[in-house]
């Protein structure tokens, strides 16, 4: 049984902690990625978690997930709102994807209020803070189990 999930992080995400922490706040990806380890644990995931400021970096990550893994938690930060070619790659893959966002994007710029990401995302986790990302993962490792 394949419990391979991807954690994919978009741009600027490298500087969670010291980036606007009004809207941010303050934990860092190191401490989100070992937040996600222990979560995994507890649910008997594998996990991938990588983040990067280049499109095209996060595009062959997804395509490598499409082949080895059960699902992907991506959040693709300003990619969000204008990456069609991350939608695209997302298109290719048969399992579930959920897309966080720490903030509540809906609160924020109307430009924030139209994600490419949500068209294939089993569902979307945003406001949440940095704990959409175990939620994200909760939710995952139950649809994994419904797809047994
Ligand atoms: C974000 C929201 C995006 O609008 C923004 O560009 C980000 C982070 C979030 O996690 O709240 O970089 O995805």
């Known amino acids: ?8 992080n ?22 989100v990625e070992a937040e ?10 594998e996990l991938e978690l990588h983040q990067s400021n280049a499109e095209f970096q996060l595009i062959d990550w997804i ?19 204008t990456s069609v070619a991350i939608l695209d790659a997302l298109n290719t893959c048969e399992f579930p994807i959920i897309e966080v966002h720490i903030s509540n994007v809906h ?3 109307a430009f ?7 068209l294939v995302a089993s569902g979307v986790i945003a406001g949440f803070g940095t704990q959409g990302y175990p939620l994200a993962l909760q939710r995952l490792a139950r649809l994994i189990d419904e797809a047994k």
């Open 1 to 8: 049984m394949n419990r391979l999930v991807y954690v994919l």
């Open 10 to 31: 978009g741009p600027n995400l490298n500087l969670l902690g010291k980036r606007q922490p009004a809207i941010y706040g303050y934990e860092t990806l190191a401490d």
């Open 36 to 45: 996600c380890r222990k979560t995994a644990r507890d649910l008997a995931l």
């Open 63 to 81: 395509h490598e997930a499409r082949e080895t893994a059960a699902g992907i938690v991506i959040n693709p930060a300003a990619f969000t709102h």
């Open 107 to 109: 609160k924020r710029e």
């Open 112 to 118: 924030r209020h139209h994600s490419y990401v949500s």
